[in-house]
Antibody, heavy 118, light 107 residues
């Protein structure tokens, strides 16, 4: 059974850093397209980043240069390193897996809340 | 970046109604649209991909159509469990972008 479990969220001050984790089971993260999607409180969905099976990465405009997506094959875990955090980064962060990009995000975690505030 | 303009932002409907939600892309994206359903406090669930392909396990009352810039998600006969927020997403190019969402509420 495919399962994605995010962790690492919490309260962080503006300008700070946080690393989110997404532990996967039932499949291999390095063989799939893995992504992060976020949702600010009461708002819509915003795509954040994706990593391909070949290691290629892409980012949304609002996080480019501040966030880094990477994975650990030995732990079968996806990560999102978030630096220079801002208030507008406050959101529930979901990790998601897609079989193909065109197929959309078929599997999602439960999400982890990141709150950026002083 | 490709903008996805979704309408309406909300719709009030009754059980048994037919509901249509539209999404317009700011440029042509072929068939590369996915549709999601999200209930409060839950992760989204993909309903339709590649504009009209029904995700396995999704009821057949959900259907998608369109190509190029104009896309539609149709719920043929609204059921109580369909009251939720729906999002379109373009999967044609990066950055991937979502529509603003349509909340389907009980009339």
């Amino acid at each position: 059974e495919v399962q994605l479990v995010e962790s690492g969220g919490g309260l962080i001050q503006p300008g700070g850093s946080l690393r989110l984790s997404c532990a996967a089971s039932g499949f291999n993260v390095t063989s799939n397209y893995m992504s992060w999607v976020r949702q600010a409180p009461g708002k819509g969905l915003e795509w954040v980043s994706i990593i391909y099976s070949d290691g290629s990465t892409y980012y949304g405009d609002s996080v480019k240069g501040r966030f880094t997506i990477f994975r650990d094959s030995s732990l079968n875990t996806l990560y999102l390193q978030m630096n220079s955090l801002r208030g507008e980064d406050t959101a529930v962060y979901y990790c998601a897996r897609c079989i193909t990009i065109g197929g959309g995000f078929r599997y999602w975690g439960q999400g982890t809340l990141v709150t950026v505030s002083s | 970046d490709i903008q996805m303009t979704q309408s309406p932002s909300s719709v009030s409907a009754s059980v048994g109604d037919r509901v249509a939600i539209t999404c317009r892309a700011s440029q042509g994206i072929g068939i590369w649209v996915a549709w999601y359903q999200q209930k409060p406090g839950k992760a989204p669930k993909v309903l339709i991909y590649a504009a009209s392909s029904l995700q396995s396990g999704v009821p057949s009352r959900f259907s998608g159509s369109g190509s190029g810039t104009d896309f539609t998600l149709t719920i043929s006969t609204l059921q109580p469990e369909d009251f939720a927020t729906y999002y379109c997403q373009q999967t044609n190019s990066f950055p991937l972008t979502f529509g603003g969402g349509t909340k389907v509420e009980i009339k």
